[in-house]
């Protein structure tokens, strides 16, 4: 069951929504349903051995500074 972003055509709201199934999310606002679905923001860590075996540590963020933290610093939480 994934949550969704999506933001209303009629009053502009952004909200997520659970979708179980085939139902149809509604705006929580306006009750309407002309939905327009958005990109979610992910962020990710993948950990892999580089050549020579020494640790390589790549990572993505969804905003400029460390999506997993909120010191703004990725070196306090060891992502940078």
Same mark, same amino acid.
């Given at each position: !069951?994934?949550? /969704?972003? /999506?933001?209303?055509? +009629?009053?502009? *709201?952004?909200?997520?929504? &659970?979708? !179980?199934?085939?139902?149809?999310?509604?705006?929580?606002?306006?009750?309407?349903?002309? &939905?327009?679905?958005?990109?979610?923001?992910?962020?990710?860590?993948? *950990?892999?051995? $580089?050549?020579?075996?020494?640790?390589?540590?790549?990572?993505? %963020? +969804?905003?400029? +500074?460390?999506?997993?933290?909120?010191?703004? %610093?990725? +070196?306090?939480?060891? !992502? $940078?």
């Amino acid at each position: !069951m994934p949550i /969704y972003e /999506y933001q209303c055509n +009629a009053c502009q *709201k952004e909200f997520e929504a &659970l979708v !179980m199934g085939k139902n149809a999310p509604v705006c929580p606002s306006c009750s309407s349903p002309d &939905l327009s679905r958005l990109m979610s923001k992910c962020g990710f860590v993948s *950990k892999s051995s $580089g050549p020579g075996g020494e640790s390589q540590v790549t990572a993505s %963020s +969804a905003s400029s +500074a460390c999506g997993s933290c909120s010191s703004g %610093s990725c +070196a306090t939480c060891g !992502m $940078g």
